[in-house]
């Protein structure tokens, strides 16, 4: 049945979540505070080599999946270079090309000369890395946007700049939003605020307990095109904007960080990170960082995705890896409200639901 919904945030989870729902029908707004945002500040990798359990890994697979079906009619900038990785011992790459062979996922091994006929830039190269064909990359603020408009272009309705302070319920059942101003009212609200879902959804007595995960990540001046694909490697992960820009998280293997502070200046912390990539490649001579970012990842207490109702009329949905899983988390939120999970979406969506915290 077609409903009112209110989105909250306008991240890459909000402006998917909006599309997907503009599309089945239902009158959606989106209201976004402004607030710092991780999506614009992602490195915008798309993968499932990075997975924490087997279920994670075939949600983030079908996040793949699920990218190739959205851009058949949304025009956004992913570009599928695929990632080469070396970040690990030769131990563990064996047991990760196991692993992901057995779920059935695109790797290859290859070997020193291959590698450096694919970056021919690198300085050092390794013996052997891993080959994942089938990911991508792309500008994530692009993408949010890019979902936004073709949400738009099916009714949605967006207000910026305008910070929900709680969700109006009504004998237990969320009825709106409120804002500075007044309540809007809603037959839905979709809460897809990042790190500030913790604090809305404390207005409804509920928890949803994120856990502290800042970041920096740099980008260079631009440089003529150096780099081919996205690359995992022991002095951090690395892929090059179509434009020239190189971009860098600066801490080391960023997927799996779990510091719960920056410990260093954003220009120290980048300074070294520069070190670190002039290392690596050729042709770097006159690069430098142009801008660093510091930006907090919504990072879920067990790490994993949040994504259910908390109560009758509210919906959350909060997530690292957000950029790789946004579109099949769209789309499972868009059935999971109306009702239409089948057996397969309901299995997915399973470990992920919020009330896991409410266990004890
Ligand atoms: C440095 C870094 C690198 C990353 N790299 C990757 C990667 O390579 N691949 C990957 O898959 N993921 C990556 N991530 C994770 C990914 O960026 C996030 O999972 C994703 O962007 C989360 O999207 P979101 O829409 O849930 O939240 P956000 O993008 O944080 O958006 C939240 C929205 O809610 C709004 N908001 C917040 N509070 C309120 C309020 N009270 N009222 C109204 N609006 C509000 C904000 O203004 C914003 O519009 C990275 C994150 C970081 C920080």
């Known amino acids: 049945m077609e409903q009112s919904v209110i989105i909250v945030g306008a991240g890459i989870i909000g402006a998917a979540t909006a599309l997907q729902l503009a599309r089945g029908g239902h009158r959606v707004t989106v209201v976004a505070s402004g607030a710092p945002d991780a999506t614009s500040a992602a490195f915008g990798w798309i993968n499932a080599s990075f997975y924490l359990d087997d279920d994670h890994h075939h949600l983030r697979a079908a996040g793949i999946r699920a990218w190739h079906r959205l851009l058949h009619d949304v025009p956004a900038p992913v570009a599928w270079q695929g990632c080469l990785c070396w970040d690990m011992p030769q131990a563990e790459m064996e047991q990760t090309y196991a692993r992901l062979r057995g779920f059935d996922y695109p790797v290859e091994v290859i070997g020193k000369a291959a590698v450096s006929a694919r970056e021919p830039a690198l300085k050092t190269v390794p013996e052997r890395a891993l080959f994942f064909p089938s990911e991508g990359a792309a500008s994530s603020g692009d993408l949010a946007r890019a979902f936004l408009a073709a949400a738009q272009d099916a009714g949605a309705r967006v207000i910026s700049n305008v910070a929900v302070t709680g969700i109006r319920t009504h004998n237990g059942r969320g009825v709106g939003i409120e804002t500075v101003q007044g309540v809007i009212a809603a037959d839905q609200v979709v809460i897809a605020a990042g790190t500030g879902t913790t604090t809305l959804v404390q207005s409804i007595d509920c928890t949803i307990p994120l856990v502290p995960r800042p ?44 510091a719960e502070e920056l410990q260093q200046t954003p220009h120290d912390a980048a300074d ?46 909060v997530l690292h890896s957000g950029i790789t899983l946004g579109p099949i988390i769209a789309e499972l939120i868009a059935k999971d409200i109306a009702g239409r999970l089948d057996n397969a979406d309901a299995a997915m969506i399973a470990p992920y639901r919020p009330q896991r915290f409410a266990k004890g």
């Open 272 to 317: 070294l990170a520069m070190v670190r990539l002039r290392g690596l490649f050729d042709g770097l001579a006159d690069a430098r960082w142009a801008e660093v970012v510091r930006a907090d990842r919504p990072v879920p207490q067990d790490g994993l995705p949040v994504v259910g109702a908390v109560a009758e009329g509210v919906y959350v949905a």
């Open 215 to 258: 970041a920096y990540i740099l980008r260079t001046n631009r440089q003529k095109k150096i780099l081919q694909h996205i690359l995992a490697t022991p002095d951090g992960e690395i892929r090059q904007e179509p434009a020239g820009q190189i971009l860098m998280p600066v801490s080391v293997g960023h997927q799996g960080d779990t």
